[in-house]
């Protein structure tokens, strides 16, 4: 059975920095593009960064483009999301996603004062 | 504001059927496979469609999906209560080199 188990997500002060994990199993991780996606409170999907199957390539949207770094390590199973520079708006729900059909259960991002 | 155009809402009757647009351009729809997503309220997306009309493990064969051109349609058929739901679609969009999801269509059962 295919596990994604998202954590790292809290509350942080805007301008601060918060590591996302998400631990995977039950599939050959290094087979699959991976992704996050975010859903801020009552608000739809939003895609936020890719990465390839070897992590040579990656992916961002241009609200994140800068201030996160997508990260993979395929001999732990794991893929990560540094977030820095965080604003108001990165308030969200994040998800590690298997392309695209194994979704995380979410973390929960809230960057206030 | 998405490149993906849903409505913000459709509804029916059990029993009826209810069909979902998603509209895109030629960077997106037009030129890369849509996917579907459902999500029930309180929890994490599931994936309905990918390849715009592969039905995902699981789904009801009362789903279906379909593109034509820069549109990608979601059909749900026989509808129930255990229906309603967020329907998200999603592609690949070449001027924004990254992904795009449509802003969400809200299915209500009356």
């Known amino acids: 059975e295919v596990q994604l188990l998202d954590s790292g997500g809290g509350l942080v002060l805007p301008g601060g920095s918060l590591r996302l994990s998400c631990a995977a199993s039950?599939?050959?991780?290094?087979?699959?593009?991976m992704s996050w996606v975010r859903q801020a409170p009552g608000k739809g999907l939003e895609w936020v960064s890719s990465i390839t199957t070897s992590g040579s390539s990656t992916y961002y949207a241009a609200s994140v483009k800068g201030r996160f770094t997508i990260s993979r390590d395929n001999s732990k199973n794991a893929l990560y999301l540094q977030m820095n520079s965080l604003r108001a708006e990165d308030t969200a729900l994040y998800y590690c996603v298997k392309h695209w059909a194994s979704w995380g259960q979410g973390t929960l991002v809230t960057v206030s004062s | 504001q998405s490149m993906l155009t849903q409505p913000p809402s459709a509804s029916g009757t059990p029993g009826q059927r209810v069909t979902i647009s998603c509209s895109g351009s030629s960077s997106n729809v037009g030129s890369h496979s849509v996917n579907w997503f459902q999500q029930l309220p309180g929890t994490a997306p599931k994936l309905l469609f990918y390849g715009n009309d592969k039905r995902a493990s699981g789904v009801p064969d009362r789903f279906s999906g379909s593109k034509s051109g820069t549109s990608a349609s979601l059909a749900i058929s026989g509808l129930q209560s255990a229906d309603e739901a967020d329907y998200y679609c999603a592609a690949w969009d070449d001027s924004l080199n990254g992904h795009v999801f449509g802003p969400g269509t809200k299915v209500t059962v009356l």
């Open positions: 039950g599939f050959i991780f290094n087979n699959y593009d």
